[in-house]
DNA sequence: ATCGTGTAGCTAAACGTTAAGGTGAGAGAA
DNA sequence: TTCTCTCACCTTAACGTTTAGCTACACGAT
């Protein structure tokens, strides 16, 4: 590997001269400049950004944490962070933690080690897990995505969890569903129980009666929805709709009525969150809260790049971004219930929602 | 940020020997290891990876350039490599590409900047975009996944996609169809040209010939795919099967039969390439042909660190990695044609296929 | 001629590690 | 006692950059 010197000696100039001509930082002669620029290209010079982070003290990486990469929000995310970083001059150290907080821990330490310049992280731990000494230990910039942390004073950027549950459940409910089950997420989790309380709070709006035994955690895994609403849907009085908590889940959900013989709508009305581009390809397609992730990751990378130019430690910000729902053909008016006010409530709702589809 | 003489100063000892208790490269009494142990707690000291690897010359990095990891293939594989490469001590820089060449050229600038020991590249161009010279100019290994690059010297492990067409045409075939359109992505990439391979053998097989009109290219993406498997499709001798290319074109095809008012599989049979977790939540659960994806990342990992271990340069090596059949339920037994031949073959598919499901 | 001034390019120190080699104290043998 | 050996620990020189500060040359003013 050819370095500075070897240019600087080939191109008869020192070292700085060569440092000069490549970062623009001082004038140098046409001359001179042309030379470098010769020598550079007859060694296949490149220069290494360890030797100048060690000696400017900035990495120019980002650290992204997320529990699975798999799932389709967290792809996108990736996505629209790493392609916004590099626009800003950043790259992204990718860590996938398989929604293992022990792994976390093992990430954020290495997050430090490589001196990325500040983080994205999307936690997976219970907030009690977060030890405040600690993560002030990193000694970078953390914003979080996704999930809350409430007591750790970081800035934050994350749906607003309560809002899209109430728009998914006031779709069902205004297709007269009375009787609405849910599959939510682990109630540690922010995410997931801000749902839950979205659906509550949906219901109470209605008058209508929580009931425990039509809400079950489907751990925001396939597999554990698929095994939680089979049961749900195989009981005698099954809900005529499901309210499914994120994506994933839906697979599963999807599954299990496919396997006890069901169809959807007709037999249940399905409503998730989470959009993805699957969901407007299935029969039925799925009616969906969409998330809108590009803002999301823009702002959290705006957030960190914001606290990084500015070493002050101002006050955390929280960013709430709003949910869409997005209306497609896996909800249907209920049949076997009353449904006195329901045709009201549909038509108030603005039917150029349909416009966010096929982007 | 403390160093390791703050570290050393304070546990009243050299630099060397800190350095020695925390790599373990040197017997250091316990006494002492104790305090620095001590010492490094305190101040809450953190090694500088970025210094060790100036002084060591390694990094621990390793790059990874995908042209999209919204694709579930890329991002299955992105967390498969990403796992791996953590359990070898490595960590992965990530560059998506857009599927943009210009944007690939300038991350391999950037990865070898980043003095990345090693690169795992889905390369997006088409193989005389590449030049010899400046390839070996990054000097370091590369691994090529999924599109073969045949006139650069790197190790490659890929699908071997003439066979994953066939399993799908064969397939499509045992049901009885002639009739058979379709989507391909763009021939400049070996995966395209080698999957259309299969299609051709495959029905050249039968007997059949080869209809040029049949085939279209949606440039694997989905909006392609939708427009020109529309236009296949509404025509009044549409063909009675589709044999998709790839899973975002999937997306498209499904909307477009949607669009039509048609079925699947009643009005038409669908097989695609790439299995992806969704194919089994449609209705009707898609038949695909499955990657090993797991395999292909391991695979490519180990060829990577393989080459980094002895440094001698060895003959590229290059891996075909088997697909697999996945049956489920988007096929039928084509009714307007007459098929002799058809049961037959089915019988001679292993039922046992399913069991790669649910995984 | 002398001095001052501006400036192109150079010299060398520093960034935080690691590791080769050096030092010196203690133990055992003569 | 003295020599030798061992080995725990230290000193110090790198690794490839950047950059502060220096040098020396040229030019204009006096």
Chains 1, 2 share one sequence.
């Not at 309210?243 to 409503?271: E, K």
């Amino acid at each position: 590997m050819p370095t500075i010197r070897d240019v600087a000696t080939r191109a008869g100039v020192s070292t700085a001269t060569v440092s000069a001509t490549l970062n623009g930082t001082a004038f140098v002669s046409p001359e001179l400049k042309e030379r470098v620029i010769a020598a550079v290209r007859e060694l296949g010079y490149a220069p290494d950004a360890i030797a100048r982070s060690l000696k400017q003290g900035r990495t120019h990486l980002i650290g992204l944490i997320v529990g699975d990469i798999t799932n389709p929000y967290f792809t996108e995310l990736t996505q629209v962070i790493e392609a916004t970083a590099q626009t800003q001059g950043y790259s992204v150290l990718l860590c996938d933690t398989n929604q293992e907080f022990q792994k976390e821990r093992e990430y954020l330490q290495l997050m430090r080690t490589y001196r990325v310049e500040g983080l994205i992280l999307a936690a997976t731990g219970r907030p009690d897990d977060y030890d405040l000494a600690e993560m002030h230990g990193l000694r970078m910039p953390v914003v979080l995505v996704d999930r809350a942390l409430p007591l750790l004073p970081f800035d934050s950027v994350m749906l607003d969890n309560v809002l899209a549950a109430t728009q998914a459940m006031n779709h069902i409910l205004a297709f007269g569903h009375r009787r609405i089950g849910m599959i939510g997420g682990p109630r540690h989790l922010s995410v997931a129980s801000e749902r839950e309380e979205g659906y509550r709070l949906a219901l109470q709006q209605q008058g209508i009666e929580y009931d425990g035994r039509l809400v079950r955690d489907g751990n925001f895994r396939e597999e554990d929805a698929f095994t939680v609403s089979q049961e749900l849907l195989s009981r005698s009085d099954r809900p005529s709709a499901l309210f499914v908590a994120n994506n994933h889940m839906l697979i599963g959900v999807m599954r299990a009525i496919a396997d006890l013989g069901l169809q959807c709508p007709r037999d249940v009305s399905i409503v998730s969150i989470d959009d993805f581009r699957w969901a407007n390809a299935f029969t039925p397609r799925m009616t969906t809260v969409n998330q809108p992730i590009p803002e999301i990751g823009h702002a959290a990378i705006r957030l960190l790049l914001d606290r990084l130019a500015r070493k002050a430690t101002t006050d955390p910000v929280h960013l709430v971004m709003m949910p869409t729902l997005r209306v497609r053909d896996s909800c249907k008016q209920v049949v076997f219930e009353p449904a006195e006010r329901t045709t009201a409530t549909i038509a108030s709702m603005p039917a150029s929602r349909n416009a966010f589809d096929h982007e």
